[in-house]
Antibody, heavy 121, light 109 residues
């Protein structure tokens, strides 16, 4: 039974750094073909993929946000951490983490409930 | 890269709707497609993976197909509980990034 849960601040000020933690259970990030991704959704808007980290520590970032994003994993704690620097009101969104599976294709088969982050002074 | 979907589609209960997802040779044209359902106020849920496979628990009213650089989600026997936003997704072979579609709102009339 795979579960994921996001945690982090609900409110951050412009220019601050956002740190979000995804704590998961029911799978290991040591297993081949497994990853954890971060996806966000501004209010009323579409999903936007942010970053992925794989079992072999390969990392991928959205080209538009690459300079501001860092993704890391702690396999002993079953956690994945995402940091986004220089926050702006345009970064206000619900942030989701999701279990990523690499098979024939790649897809997110289990999602966390999401955490709303508001950027405001 | 961007996957383009129609903003909205609608049909009466019991009818069929299709949602299109248009991409390019480097994303849909080279990779398998997945589909996600997002009911109001909830997290997205995987509906279809590897173009046309359904996870356990997803009814066979939902189907997926792919041809060239486009993919299609079909919903038959439309129910009021199917009212949601639907997103396609795939990998981009050039960048190895993941991309989502622009999203389609399905309305049951």
């Amino acid at each position: 039974h795979i579960t994921l849960k996001e945690s982090g601040p609900a409110l951050v000020k412009p220019t601050q750094t956002l740190t979000l933690t995804c704590t998961f259970s029911g799978f290991s990030l040591r297993a081949s073909g497994v990853g954890v991704g971060w996806i966000r959704q501004p209010p009323g808007k579409a999903l936007e993929w942010l970053a992925l980290i794989y079992w072999d520590d390969d990392k991928r970032y959205s080209p538009s946000l690459q300079s501001r994003l860092t993704i890391t994993k702690d396999t002993s704690k079953n956690q994945v951490v995402l940091t986004l620097t220089n926050m702006d009101p345009a970064d206000t969104a619900t942030y989701y983490c999701a279990h990523d599976r690499l098979g024939l294709g790649e897809y997110f088969d289990f999602w966390g409930q999401g955490t709303l982050v508001t950027v405001s002074s | 890269s961007v996957l383009t979907q129609p903003p909205s589609v609608s049909a009466a209960p019991g009818q069929k709707v299709t949602v299109s997802c248009s991409g390019s040779s480097s994303d849909i044209g080279s990779n398998y497609v997945s589909w996600y359902q997002q009911l109001p106020g909830t997290a997205p849920k995987l509906l279809i993976y590897d173009n046309n496979k359904r996870p356990s628990g997803i009814p066979d009213r939902f189907s997926g197909s792919k041809s060239g650089t486009s993919a299609t989600l079909g919903i038959t026997g439309l129910q009021t509980g199917d009212e949601a936003d639907y997103y396609c997704g795939t990998r981009d072979s050039l960048s190895a990034d993941y991309v989502f579609g622009t999203g389609t709102k399905v309305t049951v009339l």
